[in-house]
């Protein structure tokens, strides 16, 4: 079992490693739209496990504090699925493909840096006498990802309830859309 900030963390370096791939290999599209969709998949439940679980989680455990981390994460995801949409409109042979996936990387590796050095220290000192609850917040984090939606919709919000009730009725249909779409193959992730 892992705590919530080692689940956080090990999405972070996935979703570094999907961006990197697309960058890196500029000259073949088929291998940048197949990482392109991985990321945007991943970003996507990413995002919202994190608004549904650690960002409730954040204001329980911090107050004041808690809350206004919260508030601020979700505004950052709330530009960055935005900026999200208009990349997964986008296919790799598209001139802007990298260029959107450069800008969200800017915003979204900002975010990242913040969280993994400000957040979840904080959160986890509040958790430290209880690993357990840590760690059920990593499951409840990993669960969660597998009912919500696979693509970014930032008018579903980033506040519960609305944000489950609509992301609940967007999965399905993000999922069905997903087999139509390319990923990479399971031994190049």
């Known amino acids: 079992m892992t705590t919530i900030s080692q689940a956080i963390i090990n999405d972070h370096r996935e ?29 996507a439940r990413h995002s919202v496990g994190e608004e549904l679980v650690v960002y409730p989680a954040l204001e329980k455990h911090l107050g ?26 986008l296919s790799a042979s598209d ?14 590796s900002d ?31 990993e669960r969660t990802k597998l009912f919500v939606p696979s693509r970014s919709h930032p008018s579903a919000g980033e506040h519960p309830p609305f944000e489950t009730a609509m992301g609940l009725l967007a999965a399905p249909i993000d999922k069905v859309a997903d087999l139509f779409r390319q990923f990479p193959d399971k031994e190049k992730l």
Do not use: C, T
């Not at 001139?95 to 979204?108: A, P, T």
């Open 15 to 43: 979703l570094e490693q999907y961006y990197n791939e697309v960058i890196n290999n500029e000259n073949d599209h088929n291998h940048q739209q197949r990482f392109g969709n991985q990321f945007i998949w991943e970003l």
């Open 64 to 89: 004041a504090e808690g809350k206004e981390m919260a508030e601020s994460d979700r505004k950052e995801h709330h530009s960055v699925k935005q900026m999200l949409k208009e990349f997964q409109e």
């Open 95 to 108: 001139s802007g493909y990298v260029k959107q996936l450069k800008k969200i990387w800017g915003s979204l």
């Open 111 to 141: 975010h990242i840096k913040e969280e993994e050095e400000r957040d979840l220290p904080a959160l986890e000192s509040k958790l430290k006498s209880s690993e357990d609850e840590s760690k059920s917040m990593a499951q409840s984090f």
